[in-house]
């Protein structure tokens, strides 16, 4: 949830990330993983943009993963043989506070190889920063701030200033999605108006992708009792076609 949340307001916001990112507010576009490589990418978390000389390369944790420096090694190499004239900048932006050293690890070291990206803590980070820029306005609760929910008041009354009802919409439920990994959603929907984000069509989107892989997590565990594709397909609503490739995937997995 988290993932395609972040993911939209980079899409959808670009200049504002570049601001943050690139020190340069300049419109990007989307970057699909498809267009580095003929090989399967993991697309996850994952969001690359890019301008006509330059890729920004992001990627949202709420935890630190193990996986994540060579990741970044990995894309930084696949963009190269696509566009090796374009410069590159990769951050991983942390959204929850942790004790792990992980968030600290800024590079990637094999032998005489070493890669160097870009780390970014939410909560280290200035809150006036992020209630500049709309883009960022639903990250602005993870922050530095010692009262978040006091900073999405500041968020709502900034919000209530756009008068675009599409963009309006979209930053409340993006805020009050962001926010739950701080606030209780009691104390978010006293502030933020549910009215306003159920117009949303992100937040649609990720209600609706959410209940999918909760189906598809039940499918799983049916899958591993030992029930019948037909049978779990019946039980959890999602296609036979579906429940095959869920099978096909546990099959594979190196756990399995």
Not at 109 to 125: G, K, P
Not at 129 to 140: E, K, N, S, T
Request: net charge negative.
């Amino acid at each position: 949830m988290y993932d395609d949340t972040c993911r939209f307001l980079a899409e959808n916001f670009s200049a504002d990330f570049a601001s943050w990112l690139l020190g340069e507010s300049i419109t990007l576009t989307e970057l699909k993983p498809s267009e580095l490589s003929l090989e399967p990418i993991r697309a996850d978390a994952l969001i690359l943009l890019q301008s006509d000389d330059s890729v920004l390369h992001i990627e949202f944790q709420t935890r630190p993963k193990q996986d994540i420096p060579f990741r970044m090694l990995d894309y930084r190499v696949r963009v190269y043989r696509r566009y090796p004239e374009k410069r590159m900048r990769q951050v991983v932006v942390y959204l929850q506070p942790t004790g792990s050293d992980r968030v600290r690890q800024t590079s990637f070291s094999l032998e005489r190889t070493r890669h160097e990206f870009d780390v970014v803590c939410l909560w280290e980070q200035p809150t006036t920063f992020f209630l500049q820029y709309p883009g960022l306005l639903p990250f602005a609760t993870l922050s530095q701030t010692t009262d978040p929910e006091a900073t999405l008041r500041q968020v709502a009354q900034t919000i209530n200033q756009i008068s675009d009802p599409i963009i309006q919409a979209n930053l409340t439920a993006t805020s009050a999605i962001l926010a739950g990994i701080r606030l209780e959603d009691e104390v978010i929907y006293r502030v933020l108006r549910r009215d306003i984000m159920q117009e949303s069509s992100v937040y649609r989107s990720i209600q609706q992708e959410a209940q999918k892989q909760e189906k598809r997590a039940i499918a799983l565990n049916f899958l591993q009792d030992g029930l019948s594709v037909e049978a779990v397909a019946r039980g959890t609503g999602l296609s036979v076609e579906e429940v095959q490739q869920l099978q096909q995937q546990m099959r594979e997995s190196p756990q399995n």
